[in-house]
């Protein structure tokens, strides 16, 4: 029972990085495919305050993630290294979208998403921060779409969250599941060229 609380403990204060999982390993452990996951039809409101989802991303790749812009823990990590990937795809000439959704949508506004995405050096013709949703629309959106829980942590500032990334087919299937806080993306990136080219 004594180690059962220091487990609770762990997960307790590794807030929003509680799902995180050590990540590395060949491409084949990225394929998600077989899991079934759809992302469900949307439509939520974009950096520029405009309506955006399922109809604009309709007929191509696109990676989501989930991030807040207060985030303590992990966001830090996976933002830049979605940066870096947006960066290494536009290198190679591979058009896909990326898509970050706030689980924290009473603060992050558009025009904050926007200024975030601006100081992480995100390109926003292909990068959409999105928000226009209720933190449990999010939260029943994230479950839905990626099997990722979203909560609330008790008495703090943090909120649980997914720390990967899912890459999305032309026709809604979550097909690629990555690790967001790996540092080492070489393997990741060749897998998304290999996928979306």
């Given at each position: ?9 762990i997960?307790?204060l590794g ?6 999982q050590?990540g ?11 899991a ?10 974009n950096?520029e305050?405009?309506?955006y989802g399922?109809e604009q991303l ?5 990676l989501?993630?989930m991030?807040?812009t ?8 996976m933002?830049?290294?979605v940066?870096?990937?947006q960066?290494?795809m536009?290198?190679e000439?591979?058009k896909m979208s990326f ?5 924290d ?12 995405g ?19 629309e999010?939260?029943?959106?994230s479950?839905d ?6 909560q609330?942590?008790e ?5 649980m969250?997914?720390?990967s990334f899912?890459?999305?087919d032309p ?11 790996q ?6 990136i ?8």
């Amino acid at each position: 029972m004594k180690h059962f609380g220091v487990v609770v403990l762990i997960l307790l204060l590794g807030g929003c990085g509680w799902l995180y999982q050590v990540g590395g390993g060949s491409s084949s452990e990225f394929d998600v495919s077989q899991a079934g996951m759809e992302v469900p039809a949307f439509e939520f409101t974009n950096q520029e305050g405009e309506p955006y989802g399922t109809e604009q991303l309709s007929g191509q790749y696109w990676l989501a993630n989930m991030i807040f812009t207060n985030c303590p823990t992990v966001c830090p990590t996976m933002t830049p290294n979605v940066q870096r990937l947006q960066a290494a795809m536009q290198e190679e000439g591979v058009k896909m979208s990326f898509i970050s959704f706030t689980v924290d949508p009473e603060r992050d506004t558009p025009e904050h998403l926007k200024s975030y995405g601006t100081n992480v050096g995100a390109d926003l013709d292909s990068w959409q921060f999105l928000s226009g949703y209720t933190q449990e629309e999010i939260a029943d959106f994230s479950k839905d779409a990626f099997s990722a829980l979203v909560q609330d942590i008790e008495d703090s500032d943090d909120i649980m969250h997914s720390t990967s990334f899912f890459l999305v087919d032309p026709e809604g299937n979550v097909i690629r599941k990555y690790d967001g806080l790996q540092a080492d993306q070489e393997l990741m990136i060749a897998d998304l060229i290999e996928t979306v080219q």
